[in-house]
């Protein structure tokens, strides 16, 4: 198990960019964005050794984004662990009382993953995922 | 650069070292814990690969931990990064206006560090932090 990325609710992408690009030492140029519609958010990932840190901004007032920043203001909004066995870690936490927000191991763009509620992390919304590369 | 470790504020810490365990598959055996009476808190700290995640209880109620957990409830408390310059860094954070802790880099057991303020790091108290090892 390794830690995959660090995911931090913003209210603006590039402030934040420029925020973490000079406290990593990152050139703003070298981080890359991408929109999610499905989530209703705009991400740039700043990739660290072994990890990355994932900025999120919202893309529309009913992101979920919105919300927590609404409730929370910025910050730490989930971390990700990456696994090699997703179902068994499910079925294991399942069987174990974890409250988990899925019924099942949910398939993702390139990777399969799953999330535990915070009440059942410390507080922490924590997801897990296992790349689809590593099945091969 | 790259992430040393996450500080996770929680309310007792034998209950976190068991849901930790648990959702990322380290023995609870395996999990050293120690105080740092200075600060008021009792850590426990899980080593996964290239970083570690430390579950920080208070160990009074005018630790600066209590504060946070009254405040915001148990979650992540800090980010730690590992630098081999913190010198260097200090300086030019300093110098483009980033918010800091203290005057200048503090020395630790064991390593050197100074702390940004959540003001100037989209919400979050992070550290940077040079163990002493790397100076030889």
């Known amino acids: ?26 050139a703003p140029e070298d981080i890359r964005s991408r929109e999610v519609p499905a989530e209703k958010v ?9 990890m990355a840190i994932e900025l999120m901004e919202p893309m529309s007032e009913d ?3 919105s919300g927590f ?12 662990f990456r696994t090699e066995d997703i179902e068994g870690l499910f079925a294991r936490l399942r069987d174990n009382g974890v409250r988990l927000l899925s019924d099942g191991v949910r398939q993702g763009s390139g990777y399969r993953y799953f999330f535990v509620h915070p009440e059942s992390a410390a507080g922490i919304l ?8 590593e099945l091969i």
Chains 1, 2 share one sequence.
Do not use: W, Y
């Open 63 to 65: 992101s979920p984004i």
């Open 1 to 26: 198990m390794q830690l995959d990325h660090i995911g931090i609710a913003v209210n603006r992408l590039t402030d934040s960019v420029q925020v973490f690009s000079a406290l990593i030492g990152i």
């Open 126 to 133: 924590t997801e897990f995922k296992q790349p689809n590369e």
């Open 69 to 80: 920043l609404a409730k929370r203001g910025q910050g730490v909004h989930h971390l990700c």
């Open 42 to 50: 705009r991400i740039a990932e700043l990739e660290l050794e072994g």
